[in-house]
């Protein structure tokens, strides 16, 4: 039975259910306002602790005012059953729309990404965590906007680990490692749910897929995810390179803060509009999050394309539900909230901070002057006179502020050059790997600097690597062959024979090379899987004829000791001679280092050929005689 009535909301119809309750439309019946009802499920409600953290995470909402964040109209109770509403939005969610067959670019997705990390940049000021961000939590209004719901709700039922209720698996998909893990989590760990849900828009799937929930674990723990390139190649390598530290298993490896990671994608946000080379040039502005977002100058929206209304999706009010006509009938004011009395005699009055066991249906509106707002600390009186200890303090604080704000400038372009080659001049691809993040800000940032030939030559030796070691996979079978490109399938099959027949993997690798090499690649052709399989399979190859070269010695030494031998053989036992040669024949005959040894072998096994001729002519005329002999002497006797 679903309830005709909650708070002041007339309940409408039934929108969606989950684990956690329901979620109905609602129209306040006093000021006419559509709403979207989140109904808690009443066995969730009895549980130890549930309704006091239940008023915790509400009161940490309210301190998010967000643009792009979906905001708090007030919550309530009716019997046992809490609920609390929000703005109804007639969209969908990102999850709706790659369940369509969405295909997000590079620019929408970077678009979508900047709204996130203003609005995470506003909470994690806040200290507010979201700890489920995933593509069913983001809304897109018809305009395009992209706002983030259902904050607090990831603490509030317990999803820390593997054992939360609701849809497991498809949590963890989007969840950093350490919080599955049941790990204590920083602001870091939606960061890397942000990386996960960038990598899902552009490949259409989540970074890990698994059978079950412990397993997709384990591949978060023990290998990267697959390239985007697999099922994406119009994803710019900048994007790429950015969502992969995202992704990484250690929180101090990915970028530090929403900040941080808003500046990053607006960088290349920057790169992708120049290289699109649109007719009419894009206008940047700055948007309210604080990020830069385009627009082609004739309309106020995000640049994203519209989505068809949908009654499916809770989305964010742009203002306050309760219009100024609108008059309740009020019981209690605080300077956080007000609470009206929602019971069938509205004259009864309610008791703001009874125990809601005690209460038959109350509802808190959230003012929205009270969302976003922080606590301002008291005034202290001032004194009449400063003394030297104070001086000496504030003196301290100036330096020590002078040197963080030193410490927290962006480094030159000389500084990460220098910090780059340093580490470039040790050796070893792990050296770069420890720069890599540095080589990207100088490529960003300094894209003119002359100096930019040398750092992308590092940068290609990282892509290389990790090319390299993603196909190595693939000849262990932890790798989907069918979904690699023809020439990535060459050089597997050519890398699976060094052991086998190294001079078959050579001549496949010079094969691969002669048929996929370009003589004047484009920058996007060398960072295409062509060019850098083509660059492999050169440097294999050189590899593979030097150790080939250092091995022909031993093995021409061996072959022609035993041609020396059947020659020798030749007269005393010319049967096993001929067994020698054929021997040499079958080995080495498509070496062609071994040409001169192999026209030894034919040479003599065609000599030996022709004297078994001589012999099997001669003996014909043997039998003859030597029956006649037979005739003439005279008959043995049995014993």
């Given amino acids: 039975m679903h309830p005709e009535r909650l708070g002041p909301y007339k309940i409408v119809r039934l929108i969606g259910r989950g684990g956690m309750g329901w979620v109905y439309e609602g129209v306040d019946e006093r000021t006419g306002e559509p709403a979207a009802i989140k109904v808690l499920a009443a066995s969730v409600g009895h549980e130890e602790g549930f309704r006091q953290r239940f008023e915790a995470e509400i009161d940490a909402l309210r301190k998010l005012n967000h643009p ?115 790990k204590r989590v920083d602001h870091r760990c939606d960061l890397y749910s942000l990386g996960a849900v960038l990598y899902a828009l552009l490949a259409s799937r989540p970074p890990y897929r698994a059978s079950s929930a412990l397993e997709l674990l384990e591949k978060k723990r023990s290998q990267p995810p697959d390239p985007l390139r697999l099922y994406n190649g119009d994803v710019p390598q900048e994007l790429e390179n950015l969502i992969y530290q995202l992704l990484h298993r250690d929180p101090e490896q990915r970028i530090g803060t929403a900040n941080a990671l808003g500046r990053r994608l607006e960088e290349i946000l920057r790169i992708v509009v120049d290289r699109e080379s649109v007719q009419a040039a894009p206008q940047i502005q700055e948007a309210e999050s604080g990020f830069f977002i385009l627009t082609d100058g004739s309309a106020p929206d995000d640049g994203l394309p519209a989505t068809q209304p949908l009654p499916t999706v809770v989305g964010v009010p742009e203002k306050v539900v309760v219009s100024p006509g609108a008059e309740l009938p009020e019981t209690k004011e605080t300077s956080a909230f007000r609470v009206y009395d929602v019971s069938s005699s509205a004259a009864e009055s309610v008791e703001a901070e009874a125990s809601p066991s005690k209460q038959s249906g109350r509802f808190v509106v959230v003012p929205p002057e009270e969302l976003g707002k922080t606590e301002e600390e008291p005034a202290q009186p001032s004194r009449p006179l400063i003394s030297i200890q104070t001086w000496i303090l504030v003196a301290a604080l100036l330096s020590v502020g002078g040197i963080v704000w030193y410490s927290l400038q962006p480094p030159t372009a000389d500084q990460l ?223």
């Fill in 68 to 182: 792009h964040i979906v905001r708090l109209i007030g919550f309530g109770e009716e019997g046992d059953i809490l609920f609390y509403a929000m703005e109804l939005i007639r969209g969908q969610s990102l999850e709706q729309e790659l369940q369509q067959g969405r295909r997000f670019t590079a620019r929408e997705v970077i678009l979508i990404g900047l709204q996130v990390c203003g609005a995470l940049r506003h909470a994690h000021d806040r200290g507010i965590i979201h700890r489920d961000i995933k593509p069913a939590n983001l809304l897109r209004t018809p305009q395009g906007t992209v706002k983030l719901s259902d904050f607090g709700i990831a603490r509030l039922f317990g999803v820390t680990g593997l054992t939360s209720a609701g849809n497991v698996l498809g949590t963890v998909e989007y969840m950093a490692p350490e919080q599955a893990e049941g």
């Fill in 417 to 639: 050059y220098e910090r780059v080659m340093r580490q470039a001049d040790t050796g070893g691809i792990d050296a770069l790997l420890a720069v890599e993040d540095d080589m990207t800000q100088f490529l960003l940032r300094f894209p003119e600097d002359p100096r930019v030939g040398k750092l992308q030559e590092l940068r290609n030796e990282i892509e290389l690597y990790r090319l390299e070691r993603q196909l190595e996979r693939g000849l262990r079978g932890q790798m989907d062959l069918g979904k690699l490109a023809p020439v990535e399938r060459a050089y597997l099959e050519a890398i699976g024979l060094l052991r086998l027949d190294p001079d078959l993997a050579a001549r496949k690798l010079q094969a691969l090379i002669v048929l996929y090499s370009s003589s004047n690649p484009t920058n996007q052709e060398r960072a295409g899987p062509a060019h850098q399989c083509v660059e492999l399979a050169r440097r294999r190859l050189a590899r593979l004829q030097q150790e080939l070269e250092k091995a022909q010695p031993d093995v021409l030494n061996a072959v022609e000791e035993r041609i020396k031998l059947a020659e020798e053989l030749r007269g005393s036992d010319p049967e096993r001679a001929r067994n020698l040669c054929q021997a040499v024949i079958t080995l080495y005959a498509s070496k062609p280092w071994a040409a001169d040894l192999l026209r030894r072998a034919q040479s003599l096994l065609e000599q030996l050929e022709t004297e078994r001729s001589r012999t099997g002519q001669s003996s014909q005329a043997s039998p003859q005689n030597h029956s006649i002999t037979e005739e003439a002497a005279p008959p043995q006797s049995d014993l």
